[in-house]
């Protein structure tokens, strides 16, 4: 089963329609992404950091996930820093260390973390099944609204099939190891794993047409704007035009 | 007698991969009012009916008919998938929704029904089955008996005369299949199940056919 840490909770963030946040995760994320100056991205870093006081989010989750993106920034600083053209900072064996190098790496440090931490805070605290109804009534594509809800529905379905078909490997004596015999094995499971999910599908999709279903997915929960969600907007609405100002300058 | 008659098959045959049929020249009615019951070896093709009868495969050969209309395409289905309710083997395929709530009411949303209507027909299907206070549960953490009586509720969500039950007691304790025996008492219901289930077939239908080399007898 997919865990869903962030979605629990009672802060400012997660009474906020989460049609709003999806909106500003999209707008602050985009600025973030594309901005060319590093006190954009720390603003925006700062912005994040704000989110996420505000949500209230566990402390341990949040570092774990942020271990888990920082691993691959590490991977950048290996590289980064020595492959960028600019103007030598230091030699390491055969290698320069360029100052723009440095400079493009942090900078994607800091992006990075902001982003994730903006996605975390906005959308990792609406929970899926929040996140598929307002991508419903901001009139995303169904087909893709079905595609995401239908991962997550049955991606522990599938785990479960593998852990049920890797215990009854165990029980019939199975030790992975460095041998043929074991890629094999695995090959089988792999391939059983996607026969079976394509069944299911299909015998899911067959349960549903038997009720009825035409390819839409009709809506039980509405949202509703609160005056707070207003008062909410604004004030990020106000954090996007800083962030945009930031950038041309003008601050 | 004619007019009552709600499904009929005639000289149906059908084949997933060519020269090995599972069903040869199949003959089935049921009439308003009929409970039958269907046993048979695994294998032999009766889930393969009932996927006929709602249009979830075509035949090669044969006619299929029912409340008196010959259906072929996939649009004359619809009104069947209204009137029919069909009960698949394994509740999982059949419960996908993210609450109780949701899964009741995906049914009746998709014809066309909404807002408080659709309320109540939840709270009516649950306590028919015996889940009421579960609403707000999530249908992949109950247990198998619960699955089982909530895709019951789904289907009786539609309010269907007709019902069609696809192994209803598998895996089941005596008392889910109590209350299931309990359900299909309702006055007025016309059902086929296939199960393997004497017992159970005993108290529920009238007659009970076996399935042969893909025909009924």
């Not at chain 1, 006081?53 to 590490?74: D, G, M, P, Y």
């Not at chain 1, 492959?83 to 990075?112: A, H």
């Not at chain 1, 899911?204 to 707070?228: N, P, Q, T």
């Not at chain 2, 009741?104 to 027909?121: C, M, S, T, Y």
Request: aromatic content about 10%; some cysteine; proline content about 3%.
């Amino acid at each position: 089963m997919i865990e869903e840490h962030f979605a629990k909770g009672d802060s400012l963030i997660h009474n906020i329609d989460p049609r709003i946040r999806i909106i500003f995760a999209l707008i602050y994320s985009a600025i973030i992404a594309v901005t060319s100056r590093m006190e954009v991205a720390l603003a925006g870093l700062v912005a994040a950091l704000l989110f996420v006081t505000l949500a209230q989010l566990s402390a341990k989750h949040l570092l774990r996930r942020l271990a888990v993106v920082n691993t691959f920034v590490i991977m950048l600083w290996l590289i980064l820093p020595f492959s960028f053209p600019g103007e030598p900072l230091w030699r390491i064996g055969p290698f320069n260390v360029t100052e723009q190098g440095i400079f493009y790496t942090l900078m994607l440090t800091v992006k990075c973390n902001a982003i994730i931490l903006v996605s975390i805070s906005l959308l990792a605290t609406c929970g899926m099944f929040n996140l598929v109804h307002a991508l419903n009534h901001l009139r995303v594509p169904n087909k893709i609204i079905h595609l995401l809800f239908f991962i997550y529905r049955y991606a522990h379905v599938m785990q479960l099939e593998y852990v049920r078909l890797h215990n009854t490997l165990r029980a019939r004596g199975f030790k992975p190891n460095t041998s043929m015999h074991t890629y094999k094995t695995y090959g089988s499971i792999v391939g059983t794993l996607l026969i079976r999910g394509y069944e299911r599908s299909e015998q899911i999709h067959k349960a549903m047409v038997c009720r009825g279903f035409k390819g839409i997915y009709w809506l039980l929960d509405h949202f509703s704007m609160k005056e707070s969600d207003v008062l909410v907007s604004c004030m990020m609405a106000l954090g996007v035009v800083l962030l945009i100002l930031l950038q041309w300058k003008i601050i | 007698m004619e007019n009552n008659l709600i499904i009929n098959l005639s000289n149906i045959s059908f084949s997933y991969r060519e020269n090995d049929s599972v069903l040869k020249n199949l003959n089935f009615t049921l009439h308003s009012g009929d409970r039958i019951g269907i046993i048979g070896p695994n294998g032999c093709g009766k889930t393969t009916m009932l996927y006929l009868i709602m249009g979830l495969l075509k035949p090669q050969g044969g006619t299929v008919e029912i409340f008196g209309r010959a259906r072929v395409e996939e649009d004359d289905f619809a009104e069947v998938r209204e009137r029919i309710g069909f009960l698949f083997q394994n509740s999982d395929d059949q419960l996908f929704c993210p609450s109780v709530r949701e899964e009741v009411a995906f049914g009746p949303l998709n014809f066309g029904k909404r807002g408080q209507v659709v309320e109540d027909i939840v709270d009516e299907s649950l306590k028919r089955v015996g889940l009421d206070g579960f609403k707000q549960r999530v249908p992949y953490h109950l247990s198998g008996g619960e699955k089982r009586r909530l895709a019951m509720a789904t289907i009786l969500a539609t309010k269907p005369r007709v019902l069609l039950l696809d192994e209803p007691t598998l895996g089941l304790d005596l008392p889910t299949v109590e209350k299931i025996v309990e359900i299909l008492k309702e006055p007025g219901l016309s059902y086929v199940i296939i199960s393997q289930n004497l017992e159970f077939l005993k108290k529920t239908t009238q007659q009970i056919y076996t399935f042969e080399n893909g025909r009924v007898k």
